[in-house]
């Protein structure tokens, strides 16, 4: 195990210095260094450095990375820590935490006396191993009466059982974008969204302003992307944070069985390369997948295959959207993906975060390129007098024939992709922007069938699946043998 360095307390402050090595980060990709804050103090300032350092980006050259964040005295441990103050990742070099303000992506409040933690998280270590040196200085003041932070209510928007569109993947300056809530929720009111979960990495410093920017127009669902070395995973409808310390499949097992506990919805998010992928396994007990991240060329088709892949063993999950678009500040250069790109659409009974989040339960949903113009696609299915749609169970009997009907608007001159479990059923030519089909299935088996709006394809698919490119994805209809 690294050592930990002795930290020396000189004028209220603390020097670590220390080094880390391959090893240390292969028996644990994170080191606490614990430190005691004595009675009386109002503000902790902490700054850190290290050698070698490297950007966080998938493409960034060989280096160290190092993750920061901190635990108060109430604990941090794994899942059950009640001390989480906050992670800037290796965003930022130094951070404050005030009794009224903190630096985005920690948590201003009391600052209790006892043991703390500094979290650093061996993201890279290279073979030469790390040097790092943190610095906390501890301010002194007046102490006063915090009242606790209440979750934040978003009420009932809108009480019409429609479809609402929103994007469900979203990051502010609280972890590595450079933009505000207010400049994501300015954005997305541009782009006529209805919803937005904001799910920056690892924290939930940014629930604490939904209310100040919150519009009678826009629904904002509190989420946090649980981003671990191995692969991320959205929440959303949290009321409190989620720990993100996973480092087995074992770890993310026990992450998602807490955040389903407490009625959150739990996504694995871009499973496809350069997600980067999803590389634990076996894991269940998750809601949805994250098929379409940021625009459709970039991998999405992995994603897909990930997802039918699951479908194939009879499991039943929802496919999302999401942008992913870092938002960027007016004065920087802008997020290469906008907001809205893809959109997911969902029916529910209303627009609140338990009306959105239902809806997705329900599979109620598709996917498309975007909220204007982008096609539509609605898929049902009828056998007797028993009808279904993209998201239900319809159960029949063996050998029965079931007839489905697909609407989609705005696709003139595209196709109908036709999937089921034993791939890619039909291909037909989508006439106008007004076309409904129809479609028969003989069910021998336990199947689902699905269907994509997709832009003729310049390759067989079976043979290039890279060559598909999606304009609109729908759920399911899960088909499955009465007994
Ligand atoms: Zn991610
Ligand atoms: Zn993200």
Not at 58 to 80: K, M, Q, Y
Not at 179 to 205: C, E, K, M, P, Y
Not at 461 to 473: G, N, Q
């Amino acid at each position: 195990m690294a050592s930990i360095p002795i930290p020396i307390l000189k004028d209220e402050t603390y020097t670590f210095e220390g080094f880390v090595s391959q090893a240390d980060k292969q028996e644990s990709d994170y080191l606490l260094l614990p430190f005691a804050v004595p009675d009386g103090i109002v503000r902790l300032d902490l700054r850190y450095e290290y050698s070698d350092e490297t950007g966080a980006e998938l493409w960034a050259p060989s280096g160290n990375v190092i993750d920061l964040g901190v635990f108060d005295s109430r604990g941090s441990e794994f899942i059950t820590a009640r001390g989480f103050r906050g992670t800037s990742g290796s965003f930022r070099h130094e951070f404050s935490i005030g009794l009224h303000e903190a630096t985005p992506g920690y948590l201003a409040g009391p600052i209790h006396s006892g043991r703390w933690c500094i979290m650093l998280g061996l993201y890279r270590i290279v073979p030469r191993g790390c040097h790092y040196r943190a610095v906390v200085q501890m301010i002194h003041g007046e102490s006063e009466p915090i009242p606790e932070v209440e979750p934040y209510d978003a009420g009932v928007l809108c009480s019409d059982t429609r479809w609402y569109k929103g994007d469900l993947h979203c990051h502010t300056h609280h972890s590595d974008a450079s933009g505000t809530i207010g400049d994501l929720v300015q954005s997305a009111r541009a782009r006529g969204l209805d919803f937005l979960a904001v799910t920056d990495h690892n924290t939930i410093s940014h629930l604490r302003e939904f209310a100040r920017y919150a519009t009678a127009d826009l629904l904002l669902i509190p989420g946090e992307e649980i981003t671990t070395y191995y692969g991320h995973a959205n929440v959303w409808g949290i009321e409190k944070w989620h720990d993100f310390r996973a480092g087995c499949a074992a770890d993310m097992q026990r992450i998602i069985d807490e955040a389903s506990r407490s009625g959150s919805l739990v996504s694995i998010n871009h499973p496809k390369e350069e997600g980067p992928p999803w590389t634990f396994d076996p894991i269940s007990g998750y809601d949805c997948i994250e098929a379409w991240q940021a625009y459709w060329f970039v991998n999405n088709y992995q994603s897909l295959a990930f997802w039918d892949e699951r479908l194939r063993k009879g499991r039943r999950i929802t496919i999302v959207g999401g942008s992913d678009c870092h938002m960027a500040a007016p004065d920087k250069d802008p997020s290469p993906v906008i907001i809205g790109a893809p959109t997911t659409w969902v029916y529910a009974t209303e627009l609140s975060v338990n009306g959105i989040l239902d809806g997705i339960r329900a599979g109620h949903v598709f996917v498309n390129s975007n909220p204007d113009d982008g096609p539509r696609v609605y898929l049902a299915a009828v056998c007797g007098d028993v009808r279904a749609v993209a998201g239900d169970d319809l159960r029949v009997p063996r050998g029965t024939e079931v007839k489905f009907s697909i609407k989609v608007t705005g696709a003139g001159g595209m196709m109908l992709r036709f999937v089921a479990a034993q791939g890619e059923l039909a291909l037909v030519g989508i006439e106008d922007d007004n076309f409904t089909y129809g479609y028969a299935l003989k069910v021998n088996d336990t199947n689902y069938l699905r269907v994509e709006v997709i832009a003729p394809p310049e390759a067989d698919l079976k043979t290039e699946p890279a060559a598909l490119w999606v304009e609109a994805l729908s759920n399911p209809i899960y088909l499955r043998i009465a007994s």
